[in-house]
């Protein structure tokens, strides 16, 4: 059975699309960029480490709403406007995925929604 995703304290889609959606055991996040919770139409300040931690933390937030936690992971999808920023999402990646750690796609990209440095996106499995 398929369902929508909405979690508390993550933005509102700013499509037609959900925040996430489910498919049997499988749930989908769609891609998260660093929103500020204080003001859903600017991003958390700081530079690349604080926006990733923000992108995890709503994706987090996401599964949770399903009964997942990142542990749950099992591929995710990393958009940089700058590869040159990869060691610094790394060292936050690595903190907050544990071993074994999911799959990942990593594309640099022209240019993110709001300006963002990162979005993210993942496929997990309950």
């Known amino acids: 059975m398929k369902y929508s995703i909405n979690a508390q304290g993550v933005p509102s889609a700013i499509g037609p699309y959900s925040q996430g959606t489910t498919a049997g055991r499988l749930v989908f996040a769609s ?7 204080q ?26 709403e399903a009964g997942c936690t990142l542990s749950d992971v099992a591929q995710t999808t990393l958009y940089l406007a700058n590869l ?12 907050r995925f544990t071993t074994p750690a999911p ?7 022209s240019r993110l ?12 499995c309950r």
């Open 103 to 109: 799959a990942r796609n990593v594309v640099e990209v």
């Open 113 to 124: 929604p709001l300006d963002a440095l990162v979005e993210m996106d993942c496929i997990a």
């Open 84 to 95: 040159n920023d990869l060691d610094a999402v790394n060292e936050v990646y690595a903190q």
């Open 31 to 37: 891609g998260q960029l660093p929103i500020s919770a």
């Open 39 to 64: 003001n859903n139409k600017e991003l958390v300040t700081g530079g690349i480490t604080e926006q990733t931690e923000r992108v995890i933390d709503l994706i987090q937030s996401i599964l949770a």
